[in-house]
């Protein structure tokens, strides 16, 4: 039995693909179930942070209603501003989206994010264009 459940637990991965459906959610629910101390969503299609799916944005408003922090990264090599309410500012409505989104049928799944932080890491395209490359959910350290 401890061997099914060794394989059961590799077969979790420290990387989850984002594709708007149902079984993302049940992918990122067992992998935040998972010691890991960072899990991350890799975007299959980029987005713009200013229409970034409601089922991200369900998690990360369950990231901060379980109390733990959003935060931004900016595109490589690129400056972060003094001020982050800068940066927050140049991400238009997400952080709106993200506070504005108070449906909660998946509560239970959504609470696994509890004791992690989300870090949203931005990246220019080919045009130049802002958009979300990958989130992080991380283990906040005690």
């Known amino acids: 039995m401890t061997t ?3 394989n059961h637990s590799e077969s979790v991965k420290q990387e989850v693909m984002f594709i708007d459906i149902k079984k ?4 990122l ?3 935040l179930h998972t010691s890991e101390p960072e899990i991350k969503v890799v975007m299959y299609e980029k987005v713009s942070p200013n229409s ?9 408003n369950a990231v901060e209603k379980n109390g733990g922090k959003v935060e931004i990264e900016p595109p490589p090599n690129e400056l972060v501003p003094k001020n982050p ?7 238009g409505g997400l952080w709106d989206a993200i506070k504005a989104v108070s449906d909660f049928r998946d509560s239970e799944m959504t609470r696994a994010v ?3 932080d989300a870090i949203i890491s ?6 130049g264009e802002v958009v979300v490359g990958k989130l992080t959910f991380k283990k906040k350290v005690n």
């Open 4 to 6: 099914s459940a060794a």
């Open 24 to 27: 993302f959610d049940q992918d």
């Open 29 to 31: 629910y067992r992998a």
């Open 52 to 60: 970034t799916p409601d089922r991200l944005q369900k998690w990360l």
């Open 85 to 91: 309410l800068a940066l927050i500012g140049l991400m």
């Open 114 to 116: 509890k004791g992690r």
């Open 122 to 127: 931005l990246e220019r395209n080919a045009r």
